[in-house]
């Protein structure tokens, strides 16, 4: 099974999800997240998710999931790069990605996550 790579940049860990995401692939991936954070203290999370041209109700959750459970583990989460199509689904599937900051691109995801550290 692919996993997605998690790399460690400054004091944030990246994901860039280049492979379809199946339920099993993506539990695995939050797990993989949240160790990873817990190894390396990290202070944010950035998801790439410009590849995925399809989210479904369970990943959806399972990013809004994850969002939560890196907050506990203090760590800021930002999802970066939504097809507008994918955007659209969340809404109409009402997924609620509460502890989720979105941005368009990397480079403003990576912006956001170094003023909130600065800040708390």
Known sequence: MNRV??????DFLLVSVQIELHD?????LQRDILEKLA??????VLIDVTSLDIV???LGRLI?????????MGAFTVLVGLQPAVAITLVELGIDLGGVYTTLNMEK???WLRQKIRSD
């Not at 790579?5 to 400054?10: Q, T, Y």
């Not at 190894?39 to 944010?44: S, V």
């Open 64 to 72: 809004g999931d994850t969002a939560g459970m890196t907050k506990i």
């Open 109 to 111: 995801g990576l912006e």
């Open 24 to 28: 099993k692939t993506a539990e695995i």
């Open 39 to 44: 190894e390396t203290d990290a202070k944010g």
């Open 56 to 58: 479904d109700s369970f």
């Open 5 to 10: 790579p998690i790399l460690k940049i400054e």
